[in-house]
């Protein structure tokens, strides 16, 4: 099979991009969720509490992130500014960052119509994740728990078939889309490999009412939600609500879309 999209989503919770080629990190896609928005108490946002951050559109271009918002002009912040260092958390990680500006602060502020400020993590090998089933503490960056998501058209394919409606892939937020010939066996996979580029498989990803919001519009349609958890019920032996793997990249690289990608289950 080939990668058939690659995504980047600078900023965690906000609109992501899709690239032709990226550059692989050990802790993910190059820039991407390098960037969060965080409360005055230095708490992580996302969209279970804020779903219009579906509508923050971040791009980077010349060396700088550029931040749009409907009704907003949009604003320019050079990636090597910094005022402060702090530390945000995200989830139950306390992580090392710097606060870009108090202009991109006041901005962001009106945009999602709370105080909130932007964080950048400066070096993602800070925050290090551990979990039972990898013998290795990894490196991750603002993402949830895996360095790297990827889904299957197939599967989305048919649980659109199932349910006779169509599903945005974007609800899902991967940053590795792919075209198996079974629906669901990307579950099964244990490694995944290009010509240059070797993955860990991790776990399914577990899916919370962030996958409800549409991230073209900002609304809600809770229905998302339902419709995965009775085909998983009623289709898969796994029960759990999970769409998606995560994965660890062993070492650095390059991906783009086409390039080959072996499973190996």
């Known amino acids: 099979m080939k990668i058939e999209e690659l995504w980047v989503y600078p900023i965690k919770s906000c609109r992501g991009f899709s690239v032709e080629s990226a550059k692989l990190d050990p802790w993910g896609l190059e820039n991407d969720r390098r960037w969060m928005i965080v409360d005055e108490q230095g708490v992580f946002i996302t969209q279970r509490k804020v779903p219009t951050l579906s509508l923050l559109e971040p791009q980077i271009k010349d060396d700088a992130l550029q931040l749009s918002f409907p009704g907003l002009e949009p604003i320019v912040i050079p990636l090597s500014v910094s005022e402060r260092e702090l530390e945000a958390r995200v989830w139950k990680d306390t992580v090392p960052c710097v606060s870009l500006s108090s202009e991109v602060n006041k901005w962001l502020s009106q945009a999602i119509g709370m105080s909130c400020q932007l964080v950048q993590m400066r070096t993602p090998?800070?925050?290090?994740?551990?979990?039972?089933?990898?013998?290795?503490?990894?490196?991750?960056?603002?993402?949830?728990?895996?360095?790297?998501?990827?889904?299957?058209?197939?599967?989305?394919?048919?649980?659109?078939?199932?349910?006779?409606?169509?599903?945005?892939?974007?609800?899902?937020?991967?940053?590795?889309?792919?075209?198996?010939?079974?629906?669901?066996?990307?579950?099964?996979?244990?490694?995944?490999?290009?010509?240059?580029?070797?993955?860990?498989?991790?776990?399914?990803?577990?899916?919370?009412?962030?996958?409800?919001?549409?991230?073209?519009?900002?609304?809600?349609?809770?229905?998302?939600?339902k419709n995965l958890a009775a085909y998983r019920k009623e289709n898969l032996e796994d029960k759990r609500i999970v769409f998606g793997m995560r994965m660890i990249p062993q070492g650095e690289g390059q991906l783009a879309v086409g390039d080959l990608l072996e499973a190996i289950s």
């Open 125 to 225: 090998a800070a925050r290090l994740r551990e979990k039972e089933i990898h013998p290795r503490p990894f490196p991750v960056s603002f993402a949830d728990s895996g360095p790297v998501l990827l889904t299957n058209r197939k599967s989305l394919r048919d649980l659109e078939n199932t349910f006779e409606r169509e599903i945005q892939m974007m609800r899902f937020r991967p940053n590795l889309v792919v075209e198996s010939l079974s629906p669901f066996e990307e579950e099964g996979w244990k490694t995944l490999q290009t010509k240059s580029v070797f993955f860990e498989t991790l776990y399914p990803c577990e899916r919370c009412q962030m996958i409800t919001v549409d991230q073209l519009n900002a609304r809600k349609d809770s229905s998302v939600f």
